[in-house]
């Protein structure tokens, strides 16, 4: 009894694309081609003009412990950033600078929610909303995102999903793993609900600056949500620094001490070189963020295109981030079985939709931060596979 784990470790879930992503390296350890459109992760290097900034900064002697909620000078500048992209004013005292983005979602989640509560979040959406909801003993409700919407959410249904017991409300646009993207009307339906049942919102906006035909919307934007929203962002995906660890939570100065104190516990505080080459990547040159959102936007219409050209697979065309989530029901296989047969027998690394909830039951998530010849041959990979899939049928 003594050796046992502690029970909330049964509740606490996980991301399946570093799984696949691991089991697709052993596949590949053994000599077998494989293509990777599994994991969330530009396929670009950070751009010279940040990376310099942080070899100088580690020059410079940045290599020392420092404030739980981030240096002075980068959480200023971050949020002059985060303000002026959003048309907002942010204080210094409003930003905590994380390793990655990630610790934000863990660390207002473990903050505000407990037993006896519940939290709304998206389905399909990042499995670590889930994932720590459930680690805190709060009811995880789920909010379904269906294709027919163009993968947002019916705001009917998230006016019968809240009630008083309601803590949080979790939303995320531009999307992961639907690449769906949230309107400002559907946000100031999230606020009308928060504001009737008095509960917090978080909002997941890292993807805010992959954003193919429309303008962001941010949460904060909306009126009176600012006293009650947490806003996610980082620099991982829009500057291609998923190693360097960077991300920062906008909050109300009231939240911000506490989510402070969980960094103290936990990380302490974020590596310094990185918080100086972040400042460097959000008002040095743009050219090298620009020049992928350009990229991406061709390879969502390549694939897109591609996809729909199979039969059985129809695939919408999503307005953000670098996913893709085709239909494969009319295959007629389980999706989980399908994504393993995918990876195991044609060598094409993906995600089962399920891997982001049960909505996502009848969907692959295909991330397409690859390319353009990659994606090709991952489509005819795919397009071989239903192939046989037929022949074996008949
Ligand atoms: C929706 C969403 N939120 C947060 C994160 C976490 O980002 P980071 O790598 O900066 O921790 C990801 C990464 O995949 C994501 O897709």
């Not at 784990?5 to 081609?33: D, I, P, Y």
């Given at each position: 009894?003594?050796?046992?784990?502690?029970?909330?470790?049964?509740?606490?879930?996980?991301?399946?694309?570093?799984?696949?992503?691991?089991?697709?390296?052993?596949?590949?350890?053994?000599?077998?081609?494989?293509?990777?459109?599994?994991?969330?992760?530009?396929?670009?290097?950070?751009?010279?003009?940040?990376?310099?900034?942080?070899?100088?900064?580690?020059?410079?002697?940045?290599?020392?412990?420092g404030?739980?909620?981030?240096?002075?000078?980068?959480?200023?500048?971050?949020?002059?950033?985060?303000?002026?992209?959003?048309?907002?004013?942010?204080?210094?005292e409003?930003?905590?600078?994380?390793?990655?983005?990630?610790?934000?979602?863990?660390?207002?989640?473990?903050?505000?929610a407990?037993?006896?509560?519940?939290?709304?979040?998206?389905?399909?959406?990042?499995?670590?909303?889930?994932?720590v909801?459930n680690?805190?003993?709060?009811?995880?409700?789920?909010?379904?995102?269906?294709?027919?919407?163009?993968?947002?959410?019916?705001?009917?249904?998230?006016?019968?999903?809240?009630?008083?017991?309601?803590?949080?409300?979790?939303?995320?646009?531009p999307?992961?793993?639907?690449?769906?993207?949230?309107?400002?009307?559907?946000?100031?339906?999230?606020?009308?609900?928060?504001?009737?049942?008095?509960?917090?919102?978080?909002?997941?906006?890292?993807?805010?600056?992959?954003?193919?035909?429309?303008?962001?919307?941010?949460?904060?934007?909306?009126?009176?949500?600012?006293?009650?929203?947490?806003?996610?962002?980082?620099?991982?995906?829009?500057?291609?620094?998923?190693?360097?660890?960077?991300?920062?939570?906008?909050?109300?100065?009231?939240?911000?001490?506490?989510?402070?104190?969980?960094q103290?516990?936990?990380?302490?505080?974020?590596?310094?070189?990185?918080?100086l080459a972040?400042?460097?990547?959000?008002?040095?040159?743009?050219?090298?963020?620009?020049?992928?959102?350009?990229?991406?936007?061709?390879?969502?219409?390549?694939?897109?295109?591609?996809?729909?050209?199979?039969d059985?697979?129809?695939?919408?065309?999503?307005?953000?981030?670098?996913y893709?989530?085709?239909?494969?029901k009319?295959?007629?296989?389980n999706?989980?079985?399908?994504?393993t047969m995918?990876?195991?027998?044609?060598?094409?690394?993906?995600?089962?939709?399920?891997?982001?909830?049960?909505?996502?039951?009848?969907?692959?998530?295909?991330?397409?931060?690859?390319?353009?010849?990659?994606?090709?041959?991952?489509?005819?990979?795919?397009?071989?596979?239903?192939?046989?899939?037929?022949?074996?049928?008949?």
């Amino acid at each position: 009894m003594a050796r046992q784990l502690a029970s909330r470790m049964s509740r606490l879930g996980t991301e399946t694309a570093f799984e696949v992503l691991a089991r697709a390296k052993q596949l590949e350890a053994r000599g077998r081609s494989v293509i990777h459109l599994e994991i969330g992760e530009p396929d670009f290097d950070t751009p010279g003009n940040i990376v310099d900034a942080g070899v100088n900064a580690l020059r410079g002697g940045a290599t020392h412990y420092g404030p739980s909620s981030g240096l002075p000078e980068a959480r200023a500048r971050f949020a002059d950033a985060f303000g002026s992209a959003r048309g907002l004013k942010i204080a210094p005292e409003q930003v905590v600078i994380t390793p990655g983005a990630k610790p934000i979602l863990y660390y207002t989640i473990v903050a505000l929610a407990e037993a006896g509560d519940e939290v709304i979040y998206p389905n399909p959406g990042f499995p670590i909303y889930e994932s720590v909801i459930n680690f805190t003993g709060a009811k995880a409700v789920a909010l379904p995102l269906r294709e027919e919407n163009d993968f947002s959410f019916d705001p009917d249904e998230l006016r019968a999903l809240a009630n008083d017991r309601t803590k949080l409300i979790i939303l995320n646009t531009p999307q992961n793993p639907t690449g769906g993207v949230l309107t400002r009307k559907d946000l100031e339906v999230v606020a009308e609900v928060a504001q009737k049942h008095d509960c917090w919102v978080l909002s997941d906006e890292i993807y805010s600056r992959i954003l193919y035909e429309s303008q962001h919307c941010s949460m904060l934007a909306i009126d009176g949500m600012s006293d009650r929203t947490v806003v996610l962002d980082g620099h991982s995906k829009t500057y291609a620094m998923t190693g360097w660890r960077l991300g920062f939570g906008v909050m109300p100065t009231s939240l911000e001490p506490v989510v402070s104190r969980l960094q103290t516990n936990i990380a302490s505080c974020t590596a310094a070189f990185t918080q100086l080459a972040g400042i460097e990547a959000l008002h040095g040159d743009q050219s090298g963020a620009e020049t992928m959102v350009k990229e991406f936007r061709v390879r969502r219409d390549m694939l897109v295109d591609a996809l729909n050209e199979i039969d059985g697979v129809t695939c919408n065309r999503p307005g953000g981030a670098f996913y893709v989530f085709p239909n494969v029901k009319a295959l007629g296989r389980n999706t989980d079985e399908l994504a393993t047969m995918l990876l195991d027998e044609y060598g094409l690394a993906s995600l089962s939709g399920t891997a982001f909830g049960k909505y996502g039951d009848g969907y692959l998530r295909f991330s397409y931060a690859n390319s353009q010849e990659n994606l090709r041959e991952g489509v005819s990979r795919l397009k071989k596979c239903v192939q046989d899939l037929g022949s074996r049928a008949s």
